[in-house]
T-cell receptor, first 117, second 113 residues
């Protein structure tokens, strides 16, 4: 079974609109971390936002917020006020055992976001 | 601050040839990782290291070897390249203190003919 599921291969949004990219995860650990990365067409992996499983509040970083619903095992990324530069591939990732330093990330297959003017 | 760097950026190999990919980080991170990215597959872990002189296998280690002789460098070797190893290879590093982020290099695009 997939540990990280991103069900939206592609999403389309207009500038200035908000968009939600879905991510569900599967783990039996109580302690884990969830990440979102952005990969523009240039290929680099850019860290966006992190949510720990014990964090009580949803993480926010500028226009990015993570809608963390622990009971549903979902960690959706919300981008507010989309910009053309947001067009990219977005990956959800999980590290099991958030307090175990250095555990590698498990990635989803990604969602391609296209922002139009 | 260079962060994580990878050399080369792009390489074409013939089947059976060998090569080494170099990853270097200047953040004094303890942990380093090699991933591969294939279309539709996301990133998958090849090998990782939790400190100088240590290495461990990830999800897809077959056909690769690694070495971490210096803390700042993590080498990925292909002894006998195969077309199935055509991929984009990413190196990453992290501090190893708990809730840390992994920082990625720019990637190496490898084509095996």
């Amino acid at each position: 079974a997939q540990k990280i599921t991103q069900t939206q291969p592609g999403m389309f949004v207009q500038e200035k609109e908000a968009v939600t990219l879905d991510c569900t995860y599967d783990t039996s650990d109580q302690s884990y971390g969830l990440f979102w990365y952005k990969q523009p067409s240039s290929g680099e992996m850019i860290f966006l936002i992190y949510q720990g499983s014990y964090d009580e509040q949803n993480a926010t970083e500028g226009r990015y917020s993570l809608n963390f619903q622990k009971a549903r095992k979902s960690a959706n990324l919300v981008i507010s006020a989309s910009q053309l530069g947001d067009s990219a591939m977005y990956f959800c990732a999980m590290r099991e055992g958030a307090n175990q330093a250095g555990t590698a990330l498990i990635f989803g297959k990604g969602t391609t976001l296209s922002v139009s003017s | 601050n260079a962060g994580v760097t990878q050399t080369p950026k792009f390489r074409v190999l013939k089947t059976g040839q060998s090569m080494t990919l170099l990853c270097a980080q200047d953040m004094n991170h303890e942990y380093m990782y090699w991933y591969r990215q294939d279309p539709g597959m996301g990133l998958r872990l090849i090998h990782y290291s939790v400190g100088e002189g240590t290495t461990a296998k990830g999800e897809v280690p077959d056909g690769y070897n690694v070495s971490r002789l210096k803390k700042q460098n993590f080498l990925l070797g292909l002894e006998s390249a195969a077309p199935s190893q055509t991929s984009v290879y990413f190196c990453a590093s992290s501090q190893g203190t708990g809730q840390e982020t992994q920082y990625f290099g720019p990637g190496t695009r490898l084509l095996v003919l």
